[in-house]
């Protein structure tokens, strides 16, 4: 199959925003797993005083991981899908939260600018047409040392965790989301996964991309093998040094 890309899926996670919520819910510890790689930023203070960027917000379940994590830290969310951006907006936030929509690749555009001391992306980078610009955006938003956690079904590469993917999808998420008119985003979001890195080599790819203390931290329950949280700094470079 054609996966999809920017204006094709932004469209189609507009369409499927209505039921978002009630899929994730089918979903063991999705909100907890957000929520443990949030905290794997490891800011200290609960973030006071420091900006975090909330990449591919989604309806909201990565900011409201953040905003528990991160209870004093000024978080701004985006989303190129409209439709799951109004979702999330339509929740209760307190005033340190705001919501842009805007492409991960247009953040300057929509007036979203650095220095952050923390982006965090959940789901969105193996969804990128091009992951490595995306990379590169977080890299040029981020303040010298400033820390990346990456939450992405990145397989382990072993037979057993991508058959276990392919078993729940095909069992249980793709009827669902086919019974509700959105099969082909979420036969996207399979084929997405399997189709992309492996953990090491997304790690490998985050660190080409300028960022080191690279790891690849497990997720516990069905998603071990499947999901990962990948966290980074961004590189101190001879620029940023000689200021």
């Not at 499927?16 to 200290?44: C, E, I, K």
């Not at 001391?117 to 400033?146: E, K, M, Q, S, W």
Request: glycine share 10%.
């Amino acid at each position: 199959m054609t996966l999809l890309h920017d204006e094709d899926l932004a469209s189609a996670f507009n369409h499927a925003s209505r039921s978002y919520d009630t899929l994730v819910a089918f979903n063991p510890g999705y909100h907890r797993d957000l929520r443990r790689s949030a905290r794997r930023l490891g800011l200290p203070e609960g973030g006071r005083g420091m900006r975090v960027l909330d990449l591919g917000c989604g309806t909201g379940a990565s900011t409201a991981a953040l905003a528990a994590a991160l209870p004093a830290a000024e978080i701004t969310a985006v989303d190129a899908s409209a439709g799951m951006l109004k979702r999330a907006a339509a929740k209760p936030w307190n005033d340190s939260v705001t919501f842009v929509h805007t492409p991960a690749e247009r953040l300057a555009e929509a007036g979203v600018e650095g220095p952050f001391d923390a982006v965090f992306a959940a789901y969105l980078i193996r969804n990128a047409a091009n992951p490595d610009g995306v990379l590169a955006t977080v890299r040029d938003v981020l303040a010298p040392h400033g820390r990346l956690a990456v939450h992405e079904y990145t397989l382990s590469g072993r037979a057993t965790h991508r058959g276990v993917w392919t078993m729940v999808c095909g069992g249980i998420v793709l009827p669902v989301a086919t019974a509700l008119g959105d099969g082909q985003l979420y036969r996207h979001l399979w084929r997405s996964v399997v189709d992309f890195d492996t953990s090491d080599e997304f790690a490998a790819r985050v660190s080409s991309a300028g960022f080191d203390h690279v790891r690849v931290l497990p997720l516990p329950g069905w998603q071990t093998g499947i999901t990962h949280t990948i966290v980074a700094r961004r590189a101190l470079d001879a620029a940023a040094a000689d200021r």
